[in-house]
């Protein structure tokens, strides 16, 4: 349990609203890919050998013929860039942002995650586990300043959360030449970034492809768009509007919302005269400085869509910089059809009753619902809840989401500036069965933060 809590009576008035959840049905499971053997990998690798490849292309190639990514190349000064962290990490984190994580703390030798073996210099894994907490913990400590000061913590937690990770962008973000002086390319999350003054929009790499939509269905995948920010400076993205396409009314699109990966970042938005306006002067979205993030745009189905065509378009951006692209930038179009969906009916919420003074307390129920699972089986891919009231954020951390007990995915350590409180299990669904009464709590550790 972390201990960054002091004991001190604090006063909380709050609510949790917004609750949002992402469900799949069971049984889908993504193709299987053919891969070499690694007695097959390690023919290649001696013939590179023989032929004097260096280690760097060595390393590269057997990360690629094993279904990995290639690292970005150092620059003439020796020092690995390249890479950017747009999403927070913790114990138990998997995927391509953690191997990035533990090769750039493994190219100083003051952060390193192993001296050998799993984990070590070319041998780095997408799982954050024991070892990578503590070499994060290393590298907050060394950055303290700048990492720790300003929330005033006086040693390394292991959470790699915003400061963190903006020290981490600074370092091994944007790749330059020579002495690491200058302007060069870098590479933001999975896009390569080019030197340029204007934020750049297009259709990202994993944009859905024509599919069928069911009628009344959640969150249904429309289109997804990169944006591309080559420029020094983090850029805010203010204003995004799309259009309808395909043979279908404005109804037919219940509810519109943009996503950041599992994180939702607009409440939901309704199609007039065929458009969808997204406005926040705030910032729906920031792109940091020479890296990029992928938009998601998703919609509930009308109930009564079945035959119809749906699709989105991006037609325009507006942002603290120049915008660059071809409007407008066409997603694909999907059919509905109709079919029996299975249903996720939440119970009665119980939340705290009003309280004048609180105890500080490690495990206080913060939010806790019972929800009925019909028709087939889910999976639980994420949960959304928002913070209401005039509580001081420092003064409630450290959530953690239970599911019959269990606990489900990872801390999350506060809510963001604007009260959410994203539950990301994407990585590792919870199975939600039919008859049977699953229990969802919210906990925390309520208290003045150290």
Same mark, same amino acid.
């Given at each position: 349990?972390?201990?960054?809590?002091?004991?001190?009576?604090?006063?909380?008035?709050?609510a949790?609203?917004?609750?949002?959840?992402a469900?799949?049905?069971?049984?889908?499971?993504?193709?299987?890919?053919?891969?070499?053997t690694?007695?097959?990998?390690?023919?290649?690798?001696?013939?590179?050998?023989?032929?004097?490849?260096?280690?760097a292309?060595?390393?590269?190639?057997?990360?690629?013929?094993e279904g990995?990514?290639?690292?970005?190349?150092p620059?003439?000064?020796?020092?690995?860039c390249?890479?950017?962290?747009?999403?927070d990490?913790?114990?138990?984190?998997?995927?391509?942002?953690?191997k990035?994580?533990?090769?750039?703390l493994?190219?100083?030798?003051d952060?390193?995650?192993?001296?050998?073996?799993v984990?070590?210099?070319?041998?780095?894994?997408?799982y954050?586990g024991?070892?990578?907490?503590?070499?994060?913990v290393?590298?907050?400590?060394?950055?303290?300043?700048?990492?720790?000061?300003?929330?005033?913590l006086?040693?390394?937690?292991?959470y790699?959360?915003?400061?963190?990770?903006?020290?981490l962008?600074?370092?091994?973000?944007e790749?330059?030449?020579?002495?690491?002086?200058?302007?060069?390319?870098?590479?933001g999350?999975?896009? &390569?970034?080019?030197? !340029?003054?204007?934020l #750049?929009v297009?259709?990202? $790499? =994993?944009?859905?492809? /024509? +599919?069928?939509?069911?009628?009344?269905?959640?969150i249904a995948?429309?289109?997804?768009?990169?944006?591309?920010n080559?420029?020094s400076?983090?850029?805010?993205?203010?204003?995004?509007?799309?259009?309808?396409?395909?043979?279908?009314?404005?109804?037919?699109l219940?509810?519109?919302?943009?996503?950041?990966?599992?994180?939702?970042?607009t409440?939901?938005?309704?199609v007039?005269?065929?458009v969808?306006?997204?406005?926040?002067?705030?910032?729906?979205? &920031?792109?940091?400085? !020479?890296?990029?993030? #992928?938009?998601?745009?998703? $919609? =509930?189905?009308?109930? /009564? +869509?079945?035959?119809?065509?749906?699709g989105?378009s991006?037609?325009g951006?507006?942002a603290?910089?120049?915008?660059a692209?071809t409007?407008?930038?066409?997603?694909?179009?999907?059919?509905?059809a109709s079919?029996?969906?299975?249903k996720?009916?939440?119970?009665?919420?119980t939340?705290?009753?009003?309280?004048?003074?609180?105890?500080?307390?490690?495990?206080?129920?913060?939010?806790?619902?019972?929800?009925?699972?019909q028709?087939?089986?889910?999976?639980?891919?994420?949960?959304r809840l928002?913070?209401?009231?005039?509580?001081?954020?420092?003064?409630l951390?450290?959530?953690?989401?239970?599911?019959?007990?269990?606990?489900?995915g990872?801390?999350?350590?506060q809510?963001?500036?604007?009260?959410?409180?994203?539950?990301?299990?994407?990585?590792?669904?919870?199975?939600?069965?039919?008859?049977?009464?699953?229990?969802?709590?919210?906990?925390?550790?309520?208290?003045?933060?150290?």
């Amino acid at each position: 349990m972390s201990s960054f809590y002091r004991s001190k009576t604090g006063k909380i008035a709050f609510a949790f609203v917004g609750l949002m959840m992402a469900v799949a049905l069971l049984g889908t499971a993504a193709p299987a890919r053919a891969a070499l053997t690694s007695s097959q990998v390690d023919s290649i690798v001696s013939l590179l050998e023989s032929f004097g490849a260096d280690q760097a292309t060595i390393t590269n190639v057997r990360v690629s013929l094993e279904g990995g990514t290639p690292a970005p190349a150092p620059t003439e000064s020796g020092k690995v860039c390249g890479y950017t962290f747009a999403a927070d990490l913790s114990q138990g984190s998997t995927g391509a942002d953690v191997k990035d994580l533990q090769v750039v703390l493994n190219s100083d030798p003051d952060t390193i995650v192993a001296e050998s073996g799993v984990g070590s210099k070319g041998n780095e894994t997408e799982y954050f586990g024991s070892l990578t907490k503590q070499a994060v913990v290393k590298f907050q400590n060394k950055y303290a300043s700048e990492v720790l000061t300003p929330v005033e913590l006086s040693a390394g937690t292991g959470y790699v959360g915003s400061m963190t990770r903006a020290k981490l962008n600074d370092l091994y973000g944007e790749c330059k030449s020579g002495d690491d002086t200058g302007t060069g390319t870098g590479t933001g999350t999975g896009t &390569t970034v080019t030197t !340029g003054t204007a934020l #750049t929009v297009g259709l990202a $790499s =994993d944009n859905p492809a /024509s +599919s069928v939509l069911i009628e009344g269905q959640a969150i249904a995948d429309l289109a997804n768009y990169t944006l591309v920010n080559p420029t020094s400076e983090d850029v805010k993205v203010t204003k995004v509007v799309l259009k309808r396409t395909g043979i279908s009314a404005d109804s037919t699109l219940t509810n519109v919302y943009l996503f950041d990966g599992a994180v939702r970042l607009t409440d939901a938005a309704t199609v007039s005269s065929g458009v969808i306006t997204f406005n926040d002067s705030t910032g729906i979205v &920031t792109i940091p400085a !020479g890296g990029s993030r #992928t938009i998601v745009v998703k $919609s =509930d189905i009308d109930g /009564s +869509s079945n035959g119809q065509t749906v699709g989105v378009s991006l037609t325009g951006v507006e942002a603290t910089a120049d915008v660059a692209g071809t409007f407008p930038i066409e997603g694909n179009v999907h059919s509905i059809a109709s079919m029996s969906l299975a249903k996720v009916q939440f119970d009665t919420t119980t939340t705290p009753s009003a309280n004048s003074s609180l105890n500080p307390q490690d495990d206080y129920v913060m939010w806790q619902n019972t929800p009925n699972i019909q028709t087939r089986a889910v999976y639980l891919k994420s949960l959304r809840l928002r913070m209401i009231g005039s509580v001081q954020k420092g003064d409630l951390g450290n959530f953690r989401l239970y599911v019959d007990g269990v606990q489900a995915g990872s801390a999350v350590a506060q809510y963001d500036d604007n009260g959410y409180v994203n539950f990301d299990l994407t990585s590792n669904p919870v199975e939600l069965k039919t008859g049977i009464w699953q229990e969802f709590q919210i906990l925390a550790q309520t208290g003045s933060r150290c």
